[in-house]
């Protein structure tokens, strides 16, 4: 069974400083991950996926994700964050192998990111 | 157009009513999903719709009934809720093609409140 796990339910960081938001990953085959940002009462955005290729995946709004696959890592990183980075962001694993018929997309627990000014 | 859209937004429903959600895309997309999202968890997946045909049930009571009346549109039909079926319920799409990977888009959600 696919899982990922986010270890900090909440991440705090002054504005300007980097970001990261830490997911690790357990699967039976290859890898498909993403990351969502979820701002409050609203629904998920995407915003970048790793599937093959380059370990550094560059995704929207500035946020770029680093897939390590010795430490079944997906850590989500912005060089300098803003205050509007501050929302709830979801780590996800989709069902590999590919299914013709429907695919799951399964949720780690969320991270609450909180950017002071 | 890369929008998923939701209605209602907000939905007020007593236990012995009848009720539908409404989801609609047109980004051509052959794959449509129902999510339950409780506050503050992640969503979970309740339905999937590849091709107009259910594909996944993941073991939803059936007092929540999915209808894909065509690859635009996705309803889900809501009769004898109770308090705990009170949550955001979000629609997804994704265009699923079967030989990649794609992701999905989520619409606003509907925040259903059951008294």
């Known amino acids: 069974a696919q899982s990922v796990a986010q270890p900090e339910d909440q991440v705090n960081v002054a504005e300007g400083n980097p970001l990261t938001v830490k997911c690790t990953y357990s699967?039976?085959?290859?890898?498909?991950l993403f990351w969502y940002v979820q701002y409050p009462n609203r629904g998920l955005q995407f915003l970048l996926k790793y599937i093959t290729g380059d370990n550094l995946v560059k995704g929207s709004y500035g946020f770029e994700a680093e897939f390590n696959k010795s430490q079944t890592s997906f850590h989500l990183k912005k060089p300098s964050a803003l205050v509007s980075d501050s929302a709830l962001y979801f780590c996800?694993?989709?069902?590999?192998?590919?299914?013709?018929?429907?695919?799951?997309?399964?949720f780690g627990g969320g991270t609450r990111v909180l950017v002071k000014p | 157009d890369t929008e998923v859209t939701q209605t209602p937004k907000h939905l007020v429903m007593g236990m012995t009513n009848k009720k539908s959600l409404k989801c609609e895309q047109h980004m051509g997309h052959r794959a449509m999903y129902w999510y339950k999202q409780k506050a503050k968890k992640p969503p979970e997946l309740m339905f999937v719709?590849?091709?107009?045909?259910?594909?996944i049930n993941e073991s939803v009571p059936s007092r929540f009934s999915p209808e894909c009346p065509n690859s635009s549109l996705l309803n889900l039909h809501l009769h004898a809720l109770q308090p705990e079926d009170s949550a955001l319920y979000l629609c997804?799409?994704?265009?699923?093609?079967?030989?990649?990977?794609?992701?999905?888009?989520f619409g606003p959600g509907t925040r259903l409140t059951v008294l």
């Open positions: 699967v039976s085959g290859n890898p498909y």
């Open positions: 719709y590849s091709y107009e045909k259910l594909s």
């Open positions: 997804a799409s994704s265009q699923e093609t079967g030989s990649r990977v794609d992701e999905q888009f």
């Open positions: 996800a694993v989709r069902d590999f192998p590919i299914k013709a018929a429907g695919n799951k997309l399964t």
